[in-house]
Every structure is written in structure tokens, then in C-alpha cells.
């Protein structure tokens, strides 16, 4: 069965950091685009950053660019998110999203939380 778990949330002061995890199993990502997204309360899904499969070519959410860097080893069967400079509306359930299946595959999230 084809699963993606996030984890590495948490909550963390502004200015802060944090590195999130999204493994996968069941199937390989090695030939897949990934992607992360964020979805705060109230608001809807959008997308955080994205990595093509040999992991050169990356994308960013205006919002993140410059702060926050996608990386992958597709060896682990693993794409990361690490989250520099962290500000309060970064506040969301973080999930990560491979192309596989009708619909796509997606985690069950993990939430991060930027407070003072």
C-alpha cells in the first residue's frame, strides 16, 4: 500500500527552524515530482515547494522563497522541508503529495506551529 508519513513538526518561537520528513512506502519516489503543501486554518491548501525526481530542479510558494529548501534522497525513499526564519503565518499542517494513483497520494500532515 502506497503511504507517505510527514513528521518533524512542532512549535517553535519566530525566527526559528525546523526540518520536516516525508517518507515514503510502498512505492519508490525515485521518478516522481514531490511536493510540499501547508494548509492554514480557514484558509485553503497551497503549495509550499516542489522537487522534480533528480532533485536539481525546485520550485517555491512566494511566501517561503528564500526561507524554506526542498531536498530529497531518494535512496532513503525521503523528501525533506527545511524551514528557516520561521514567521507566524507559517502556522499550518504541513503534507507532502506524490503523483501515484487516482488522486495522487498524500500524508496525514504534520503541524507546525510559530509562536512567541
Known amino acids: 500500500q502506497a503511504q507517505l508519513v510527514e513528521s518533524g513538526g512542532g512549535l517553535v518561537h519566530p525566527g526559528g527552524f525546523l526540518r520536516l520528513s516525508c517518507a515514503a512506502s510502498?512505492?519508490?519516489?525515485?521518478?516522481?515530482?514531490i511536493t510540499w503543501h501547508r494548509q492554514a486554518p480557514g484558509k485553503e491548501r497551497e503549495l509550499v515547494a516542489a522537487?522534480?525526481?533528480?532533485?536539481?530542479?525546485?520550485d517555491y510558494g512566494a511566501s517561503v522563497k528564500g526561507r524554506f529548501t526542498i531536498s530529497r534522497d531518494n535512496d532513503k525513499n525521503t523528501v525533506y522541508l527545511q524551514m528557516n526564519s520561521l514567521k507566524p503565518e507559517d502556522t499550518a499542517i504541513y503534507y507532502c503529495?506524490?503523483?501515484?494513483?487516482?488522486?495522487?497520494?498524500w500524508g496525514q500532515g504534520t503541524q507546525v506551529t510559530v509562536s512567541s
Open positions: 510502498g512505492f519508490t519516489i525515485r521518478d516522481l515530482v
Open positions: 522537487i522534480a525526481s533528480n532533485g536539481i530542479s525546485k
Open positions: 503529495y506524490a503523483p501515484l494513483g487516482i488522486g495522487g497520494t
